[in-house]
């Protein structure tokens, strides 16, 4: 299963979350800011889509409406005070994705 996961910058929560869940999907992360940002492209690869706050899922419904309501896009709710990698992230990481495994299967 392809997984994208976003964030607003592409260069803490969403980069631990495709390093931490390599073995689990064919995962990649992508920003909506910042120098490289998000392609529809990059939408259209993924069969599911994580976001790290609400606010992202929105953007990404005005962004790219149309691949917007194709895809299962699910929020996983981390606020934007981790940095790469760091323990606690994930941990919070791996807790949140339990709260998913019913609807992953």
């Given at each position: 299963m392809n997984a994208l996961f976003i964030c607003n910058q592409n260069k803490h929560r969403s980069k631990t979350a495709e390093l931490l869940f390599q073995e689990r999907f064919n995962a990649k992360s992508a920003g909506l800011h910042g120098?490289?940002?998000i392609t529809k492209k990059e939408l259209e690869w993924a069969d599911i889509v994580f976001v790290m706050e609400e606010e992202q899922r929105h953007e990404l419904a005005k962004r790219f409406p149309?691949?917007?309501m194709c895809k299962r896009i699910l929020n996983l709710d981390i606020p934007d005070i981790y940095t790469f990698n760091q323990p606690a992230?994930?941990?919070l990481l791996q807790h949140k994705?339990?709260?998913y495994d019913e609807v992953l299967l």
């Open positions: 120098g490289k940002p149309s691949q917007y992230l994930a941990k994705m339990k709260e």
